[in-house]
């Protein structure tokens, strides 16, 4: 039974953004362009996508999947950064703060299941050329889509369950810059269950990255070894190719992630704890249009050719209103 001076917070206040106006704005500002690129750049994949029947192939449908996770995964968390910045009282409700763990692991994980089933994409289409159009049909590759977003949306359900079910006592002041799993659960009433609880959390995060990097890795030891085997230069650069956006993307992402989750409750300083959490939350979002766009041949002429159509089209436009 629950002691009476315990109860449940009804809301957190972030205490790890600047408290200087002038500081608020600096971080505003670039904040807001990275989001607001993010967003832009990854519709941008999606519509170059959906609308060339060309790319609709499993690499680009995976692709364009993977785009309109991270509009999501980055919306879960940047817009109230954003409005944090700006406002007096950096608070979120806590009913938001579940909301907003949730949506940030359950698009998160989809991303992590979904890097997987790409690195097995690659491996398929390296590794059994022949047989890859007959095993990664569009039914399959729908399929694989479907399981990432059903697994991602159902993994972290227990712990956001478990979490709401805590009592919270004391401060509410939450030394981050957005709710996560660690930063909240220390703020709930040190006993047992608590401790137990933040174990527990630390082992399943634990196991859920080992086990993707573990997959991709060995998708990868196949691919290099089918590389390695192919005798012109030429073939073998073309062949790796079709690899690096995803092996950039997986490091950048998987990186960052790595640091944060598999720290087993080890405790950074403020500054490192924010600047690992701005890098898997918003740089590595940031950079995987770039990625996907510049390193990619064929949306990279797509776009400029969707480009040249409406520079033409405008032109006429033009001319016919003069």
């Given at each position: 039974?629950e002691?009476?001076?315990?109860?449940?917070?009804q809301?957190?206040?972030?205490s790890?953004f600047?408290?200087?106006?002038v500081?608020?704005?600096?971080?505003?500002v670039?904040?807001l362009?990275?989001?607001?690129f993010?967003?832009?750049?990854?519709?941008v994949?999606?519509t170059?996508?959906?609308?060339?029947?060309?790319?609709?192939t499993?690499?680009?449908i995976f692709?364009?999947a993977?785009?309109?996770?991270?509009i999501?995964?980055?919306t879960?968390t940047?817009p109230?950064m954003l409005?944090?910045?700006?406002s007096?009282r950096r608070s979120?409700s806590?009913?938001?703060?579940?909301l907003q763990?949730?949506?940030?692991?359950?698009t998160?994980i989809?991303?992590?299941c979904?890097?997987t089933?790409?690195?097995?994409?690659?491996?398929?289409?390296i590794?059994?050329?022949?047989?890859?159009?007959?095993?990664m049909?569009?039914?399959?590759?729908?399929?694989?889509?479907l399981?990432?977003c059903?697994?991602g949306f159902?993994?972290?359900?227990?712990?956001i369950v478990?979490?709401?079910?805590?009592p919270?006592?004391?401060?509410?002041?939450?030394?981050h810059?957005?709710?996560?799993f660690l930063?909240?659960l220390?703020?709930a009433?040190?006993d047992?269950?608590?401790?137990?609880?933040?174990q527990?959390?630390?082992?399943?995060h634990?196991?859920?990255i080992?086990?993707?990097v573990?997959?991709?890795?060995m998708?990868y030891?196949?691919?290099?070894?089918?590389?390695?085997?192919?005798?012109?230069?030429?073939?073998?650069r073309k062949?790796?190719?079709?690899c690096v956006?995803h092996?950039i993307v997986?490091?950048?992402f998987f990186?960052?992630?790595a640091?944060?989750y598999?720290c087993f409750s080890a405790t950074y300083s403020?500054f490192w704890?924010?600047?690992?959490?701005?890098?898997?939350?918003v740089?590595?979002?940031?950079?995987?249009?770039?990625i996907y766009s510049?390193?990619?041949?064929?949306?990279?002429?797509?776009?400029k050719?969707?480009?040249?159509?409406a520079k033409?089209?405008?032109f006429?436009?033009?001319r016919?209103?003069?």
């Open positions: 039974m002691s009476p001076n315990r109860t449940t917070a809301e957190f206040i972030f790890a600047p408290y200087s106006w500081k608020s704005v600096v971080c505003f670039p904040l362009f990275i989001y607001a993010i967003v832009a750049g990854n519709l994949i999606l170059v996508v959906q609308l060339n029947t060309h790319l609709h499993p690499m680009y692709i364009s993977l785009s309109f996770l991270e999501w995964y980055t879960a940047i109230k409005s944090s910045l700006l007096e979120i806590f009913n938001g703060c579940l763990m949730y949506f940030f692991h359950s998160g989809s991303e992590v979904l890097l089933a790409m690195a097995f994409d690659r491996y398929l289409a590794c059994s050329p022949l047989h890859y159009p007959t095993i049909t569009p039914k399959l590759c729908t399929q694989l889509t399981s990432c059903v697994c159902i993994t972290p359900l227990p712990e478990w979490i709401s079910t805590l919270f006592c004391g401060s509410n002041h939450l030394e810059i957005f709710c996560d930063p909240v220390r703020l009433c040190t047992t269950r608590a401790i137990v609880m933040i527990v959390v630390d082992v399943i634990a196991v859920e080992i086990t993707a573990m997959l991709i890795f998708s030891i196949g691919i290099v070894a089918v590389i390695l085997r192919i005798c012109s230069a030429g073939g073998r062949a790796f190719s079709t956006s092996l997986f490091l950048l990186g960052s992630v640091l944060m598999l403020l704890d924010t600047a690992i959490a701005l890098a898997f939350a740089l590595s979002p940031f950079f995987n249009p770039i510049l390193r990619n041949k064929e949306i990279k002429e797509t776009i050719k969707h480009i040249g159509q033409v089209f405008f006429h436009k033009t016919d209103l003069q």
